[in-house]
């Protein structure tokens, strides 16, 4: 009986405790790189959350942009990426992408890239994401001289209950488990008159 007590006692600490608030989201770059971002709204610990990202007025080359964002839950992700012509093909926005992937952690996904001369684009739906493994969205691309590319990238999580859920759960387990030994260690009599 006092082992349930201390396991009930311990499952109702665990049950009020703080949910875990940890985890940075941001652009790996040893220094600032002008023109890179990446806006999140949502809240990485619970509920939906959706991210802006991107890069504008990039220079002349070959470049590889990553970046790397760990989420507090499990769930599903999905999201696009673009480029947008402005001027002609070959001028200084034209901007094509040579390789664009997605590690969640587990597997590099590749994103295929749709050329359309003027318009390029490409997208992932459903890639598994866990809980507080470092995912990394990588971009390759060949700028002429004033290129960007923008993307959005969403994330559904999971109905996976909260840890005062999974506590409250064990506690309301341990107490019938307790009531139904009670009730199994008493004697009836029955007298017949």
């Known amino acids: 009986m006092r082992t349930i007590a201390k396991l009930m006692a ?67 992700g999905s999201g696009g990426i673009s480029t947008i012509l402005a001027g002609g093909l070959g001028t200084e926005t034209d901007l094509d992408f040579t390789e664009v992937t997605f590690f969640n952690g587990t597997d590099t996904v590749p994103v295929t890239i749709t050329n359309t001369g003027f318009f390029e ?17 990588s971009v390759t691309y060949l700028s002429r001289g004033a290129g960007a590319y923008s993307g959005n990238l969403s994330f559904s999580p999971s109905a996976v209950p909260e840890p005062a859920s999974w506590a409250m759960m064990l506690l309301g387990f341990g107490a019938v488990g307790s009531i139904v030994r009670r009730r199994r260690n008493q004697t009836v009599r029955v007298s017949y008159a």
């Open 121 to 137: 684009s490409g997208g992932l739906a459903n890639v598994p994401i866990a809980f507080g493994v470092q995912n990394v969205l």
């Open 10 to 76: 311990a499952t109702a600490v665990m049950a009020f405790a703080p949910a875990v608030q940890a985890a940075d989201i941001y652009v790996d770059n040893t220094t600032a790189v002008p023109g890179a971002y990446f806006d999140v709204s949502g809240n990485i610990a619970s509920g939906p959350i959706s991210a802006l990202y991107g890069r504008t007025g990039i220079g002349v080359g070959t470049f590889t942009d990553r970046f790397l964002f760990t989420i507090d839950q499990i769930g599903l």
